[in-house]
């Protein structure tokens, strides 16, 4: 594969570029337009090819360069790889491969074992995540003293891509995932794929009040503003009218149900102009 060099330099008023597997990097999504309310960004929802979760490497790795290189198309200035399956396997290529810099998330195992008090704590992840090396390098470099217990989450992300959260096929799963978990006295659950956070208030039904939930949302938010800031690419100033462009492409009702619901809450203004759109990438 050839590398793809660009060497125009970045501007501050171009997009974030965002992508993961599907709709589950909205949850980082989210995070990033809270935290920079100045900044426009632009999600690609691969879902016509989700769940990277079963991929091989070679698979996931061709799919981060169709979608990176849609994203600098589009004109983004930085990439969000809002996807753990995606950033362990591949974000090393990535960075060798293209001049724009990139964010990844990883299950936030670093945390969740140095608060842990039970030294016991559950990792909840896709395949390609738990079997990669990055993933085993961390894990081992945080989890010496501690018990780990690693759990496939196989079949949520096809459930949550249809919008089935709450259904009893999904609290089905979750059940029978958990239970080795609990049987080990977690105390902290490491949510280790960017589609879980919507499984926030099923997993808290199912499981004991004193487990903390952790995931790297705002970790890669906060990440992202402090590499803009490093790169001078930071919006610092209403230069622009701020919108945010959600391209599927996969028919899908589930990110604009979504949308509603953060918009209700209020964890995103109700002002934001998102525009949510078909695309063949
Ligand atoms: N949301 C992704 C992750 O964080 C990918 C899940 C999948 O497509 O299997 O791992």
């Not at 597997?21 to 920079?36: P, T």
């Not at 217990?149 to 079949?155: C, D, H, N, R, W």
């Not at 503003?225 to 996969?250: F, G, R």
Request: with cysteine; charged share 20%; net charge neutral.
């Amino acid at each position: 594969m050839k590398a793809v060099f660009y060497f125009r330099p970045m501007q501050n008023n171009q997009h974030i570029g965002v992508f993961d597997s599907g709709i589950g990097g909205i949850s980082i999504w989210k995070e990033i337009v809270q935290l920079l309310p100045l900044e426009s960004t632009i999600y690609l929802a691969d879902s016509k090819y989700a769940p990277y979760g079963g991929k091989s490497q070679d698979e996931i790795t061709q799919l981060c360069i169709k979608n990176t290189e849609t994203l600098i198309a589009l004109g983004a200035k930085i990439i969000v790889v809002a996807c753990n399956t995606a950033t362990t396997n591949s974000i090393e290529y990535l960075r060798a491969n293209y001049n724009i810099p990139f964010i990844g998330i990883e299950p936030a195992i670093k945390p969740a074992a140095l608060q842990s008090k039970n030294k016991s704590i559950g990792i909840l992840a896709t395949k390609g995540t738990l079997n990669s090396r990055l993933f085993s390098s961390t894990s081992k470099r945080y989890t010496q003293e501690i018990d780990t217990i690693e759990v496939i989450g196989t079949g949520l992300v096809p459930l949550i891509e249809q919008g089935k959260m709450n259904s009893s096929e999904t609290k089905k799963l979750l059940t029978s995932y958990l239970t080795p978990m609990i049987a080990a006295n977690i105390d902290y659950l490491v949510l280790g794929c960017s589609h879980y956070p919507f499984l926030l208030p099923v997993l808290k039904e199912l499981l004991p009040s004193q487990v903390t939930i952790i995931d790297s949302g705002e970790a890669v938010a906060r990440q992202t503003k402090a590499i803009l800031e490093q790169t001078k690419t930071i919006c610092t100033e209403d230069i622009h009218p701020v919108m945010h462009q959600i391209y599927s492409n996969d028919a899908t009702p589930v990110i604009e149900d979504i949308i509603v619901r953060f918009r209700e809450s209020g964890q995103i203004p109700l002002k934001t102009a998102i525009q949510v759109a078909y695309k063949d990438f």
